[in-house]
């Protein structure tokens, strides 16, 4: 059985966000197939898209999974839906956001899902905690590891580490 490498970003910003967060790890240590390998930093961070809602936490974390990508999308959608995410309008507020930004140098498409995510180079409270855990993994696309893509980025939006912490 393959095990793969695979990076997720997971996002709160209603509710109590440390909570939220350390819920969907806490899923993400029991998810079938997989084990969590590593977290970053918890982040403090403005919101994207649409800028009228409360600031975010964010946080970036590495699994090991034997799940195909379209598999671990379902079983991501199902936490958030334990977690209490409803999908009321794009880019709105949230319980809990988890999206997979990287997995293992793939690059796949299907109806529900699209690897590597959409616009990491350009989402700096994708970068900064991905960066940390990350900085030398190389984007199957643009061919830029983190670090550059962090260097890079034109986001403008405030990244600031916080005090909160996952537990893992």
């Keep these: 059985m393959k095990l793969y490498t695979v990076f997720l970003g997971l996002g709160s910003n209603l509710g109590e966000r440390e909570k939220c967060l350390n819920q969907a790890v806490g899923h993400l240590k029991k998810l079938r197939a ?7 930093s918890v982040y403090e961070t403005d919101p994207y898209g649409k800028v009228d809602q409360p600031k975010f936490l964010n946080a970036a974390v590495q699994i090991e999974t034997s799940l195909e990508p379209s598999e ?3 079983e991501i959608k199902k936490i958030e839906a334990t977690a209490g995410r409803s999908r009321n309008e794009r880019w709105g507020p949230r319980e809990i956001d988890i999206d997979i930004l990287i997995y293992d140098g793939l690059v796949f498409e299907s109806d529900s899902v ?9 989402r700096k409270f994708v970068l900064v905690p991905l960066r940390e855990i990350a900085p030398d993994l190389v984007h199957p696309v643009t061919g830029l590891n983190v670090e550059e893509m962090a260097a890079q980025c034109q ?6 580490k916080s005090l909160y912490r996952i537990v893992i």
Excluded at 155 to 160: K, P
């Design 114 to 122: 699209k690897v590597p995510h959409p616009e990491i180079e350009k």
């Design 155 to 160: 986001d403008s939006g405030r990244v600031v």
């Design 72 to 74: 671990l999308f379902e």
């Design 34 to 40: 997989s084990s969590l390998v590593w977290a970053s």
